[in-house]
C-alpha cells in the first residue's frame, strides 16, 4: 500500500490546538503564529472558531484574526463554524473581503456526545447545519463537513458504523467535498481505521477525506499512518500535539493532553517515508518552540528535542582503538 | 497482514528506562516496582545491567536487585552484560542460584556508534561477546543477542543493511535464538521497518526476532505495529516511555527523552488490535503512575492519564433537548 506521493497538512494550532488552552493567549501572538504556520510551507491551516466568545473566550478575537492575518496566495484559511450565530459574524467578515476559504461544520456521529458537547440533538444539528451550508454556498466558501467521534465515544462507547456513514452521507447530499474523519478522544486503532476509512471510500469514492486523529493514548501516529496508506490525501495535525477536548484528567495530566498528532512528528514522519508534504521541517521545529514558550509550558512534539533523522554520515574513519572495556557503559 | 493472537512484551523499565535516569533510583524502589511489573502479567522483564558502577551508578546494586528480587514461575528475567567483567560478576550470582534468565549483548550496527558508545570496534566486541556466549552457555543462560542503530546511526547516519545481517549471523552462529533489532536513537519508519525485517526474516527463518523502537522522535509505536504486522512476537517496552540514552538537547528537553516505547500505551493499543500480551492495563496504569512518583516527573505515557477506550456504553437514552446554539462550544 503505497502512501501519496504528496499530503496536504491542515496546520490546526491556531484552531483546534488553542481550543483546548485555558489561558487566552494575546492576539498579536496568535498573529505572529499563523503567520509563522504559513511561511513554512502550509497549504492550509486552521485559524479561529466562531464559537460564542462568553463560552470560547479564546476566540473573542476571530473577527481581528481574520483582518489582520497575511493571506499568501495558495493558502486556505479555515474556521470553525458551530452554529447560526457564529455564521452570521462570520458573513459580516467575509462580505467585508476579510473572509475565510473554508469553515469547519461539525456533528458527532455519537448522538450523546453531540448532546454534551453542542448541545443539539442529531436531528437538530443537521437542520442547523443544512441552513449555514445554504448560506455558505452563497457566499462561496467551501464546507468542510466533520464527523466527530468516529471510532469511538468517550460517553457512548462504541459508535455504529451506519451513524458515521449517515453523517457523511448527510454532508456530501448538502454539497461537502470534503469530509474530515475525527477520532475526537483517540479511540482508534489501526485495524479500525482501515476498516471505516475503507468502507466510507468505497461508499463515497468522489469525497476528500481528511485524516484527524489525537494523540489521546499515543496512537494519532500509527492511526494517521494507517489512513494515509489507505489513500488519503489530507490530514491535520498541530504544532506539539495540543487540541481537542480539554483532559478529563487532572493534576498532573496537563490540559492540551488529548490533542492532535504533533505536526513536527508528522512531517518528520512523512519526510522519512518520502512523502511531501511542502512543509519546511527546520521551520516547523522554530514554530514548536516559539508554541512552547507562547504557552509557557512542554509540549508534546519529540523531534522539537530530536531534531531530523541523520542520514549524512560525518566524516567518519575507525581507528585502532585499545579495548578498554570497563569504559562501555550503555546498551 | 494480521498480528499474531498474543505478543510477549518485555517490560524494559528496571534497566532500558532507569538507564537514562541521571537519578540513582534507591534500590527498594527498584523492587517494588519490579515486583509490581511482574504482578502485571508480563512473562518477561529487564531487571538490571553488569554495566561498571563507576560508569552507571544507577546499576551498583545489580547483585542486591537479583538477590532479591521475586522469581514467580514463568517469568523470564533479563540483565544487560557488557562486558567479561560484567559477566564475572554475574557469573557468581548464578553460580549462588540467584543469577538470571537471559542476558542481553549488545553491537551497534553502526561501528562508529559502537565505538562512541562501547569504545570497541566490531572485530573487538565480537570476540569479547564470543568468549561471553560460550561462558553463558556453559551456565545454562540463554543470550539475546542484539544489534543496535538498525535503522541509522546519529554519528555515522544511514547503516548499510550488510552491517546489521552480518551482526545477526555472528550471533546467530554463536549460539543465540533471539535477536533484537535496536532502534537505538528512533531513526527508523515503517517502510524502512519492513524492508530491514523482513529481509531478515527471509535471512534467518528460524530466528525470533524482538522489536525494539524509541519514541525519539515519536514514531516508536507505528513502527513497532510494522514490525509486528510482519509476524513478529515478541517485542520491548518501558512504562512512562523511558530509557535509551540520555537526551542529546538539554534544557526543557528532559532525561529520558528518547525513550522506549511506552508499554501502557503499546499495551493499550495492542488490547484494541484484539492482541493478547498477558499484561493487565489497569495494573500497568497503576505502575506507570508509581513511576512517574518515583522518578518525580511526568512521564510520556498518554494512557495513564486518559484511560483505557470505551466500549461500555452507559445507559444512555436521547432526550428531547431545547435547540440551545449559543451553548454549543467545542468541535
Redesign the interface.
Known sequence: MPLSDSVILCECWARDGL?SMPHVVPTEQKLEMISNIMASGVQKLEVT?F??P???PQFADAEEILRRMPRPSGVSAVV?M????GFDRFEICQKEGYGADEI?L?ISAS??HN?A?????HS?AKH?HAGIMARAEKLGVKVIG?A?TVY???????VAFADVADLVRFYVDHGAATIMLGDT???A????VRERVGALRELFPKVEFIAHFH?????G??NT?AALELGLRYVDASLGAIGG?P???QG???HG??GNV?SE??V??LE???VDTGLDLDRLIQNGRRA?DILDQ?LR???????R??????A?A??A?E?????????
Chains 1, 2 share one sequence.
Not at 469511538?152 to 462504541?158: E, M, Q, S, T, V
Not at 486503532?189 to 479500525?192: E, H, I, K, S
Not at 579495548?323 to 546498551?331: C, F, N, P
Open positions: 481550543q472558531s464559537s460564542h462568553k463560552l470560547l470553525l458551530p452554529n447560526e450565530r469547519i461539525m448522538e450523546a448532546l458537547n453542542f448541545r443539539m440533538t437538530q442547523v466533520c466527530g469511538g465515544c468517550p460517553i457512548a462507547g462504541d478522544t483517540g479511540a486503532n489501526p485495524f479500525l494523540e489521546t493514548r499515543g496512537t501516529i500509527v499512518f477536548q483532559a478529563t484528567s498532573r495530566y496537563q493532553f488529548t504533533s512528528d508528522l518528520c514522519m522519512e517515508c518520502g512552547e512542554r512534539s519529540n523531534v522539537i528535542g530530536a531534531g533523522v541523520n542520514h549524512d554520515p560525518r567518519y575507525p581507528q582503538v579495548s578498554s572495556q570497563d569504559e562501555s557503559i550503555r546498551a
